[in-house]
Nanobody
């Protein structure tokens, strides 16, 4: 069974940092685009960051550019989201996802595998 499992969420003060991890099991994802999305209460799920197969290309939402860094370790079948300078508006449930595509996509429906989500809460 294919599974993506997020970890690393929690409560942090504004300006602080968190590192989210996403471990994959059941198959290897080294030919999948990996992405992070988030969903705040009452809002639609939105793209946060994506990384190419090798990690050589990345993409970010404008709202997190310069603060968040996505990376992957294919040998460990794991990928990460380093979040710095966190703001209260970053509060959401964060999801990792995998897309069987060649190029990074921001479209939710393009991702076929999803984790269960991890809560990130940033206090002011």
């Amino acid at each position: 069974q294919v599974q993506l499992v997020e970890s690393g969420g929690g409560l942090v003060q504004a300006g602080g940092s968190l590192r989210l991890s996403c471990g994959a099991s059941g198959r290897t994802f080294n030919t999948y685009i990996m992405g992070w999305f988030r969903q705040a209460p009452g809002k639609e799920r939105e793209f946060v960051a994506g990384v190419s197969w090798t990690g050589g290309r990345t993409a970010y939402a404008d709202s997190v550019k310069g603060r968040f860094t996505i990376s992957r370790d294919n040998a460990k079948n794991t990928f990460y989201l380093q979040m710095n300078s966190l703001k209260p508006e970053d509060t959401a449930v964060y999801y990792c996802a995998a897309a069987n595509r060649f190029s990074i996509t921001t479209i939710v429906a393009s991702y076929s595998h999803w984790g269960q989500g991890t809560q990130v809460t940033v206090s002011s």
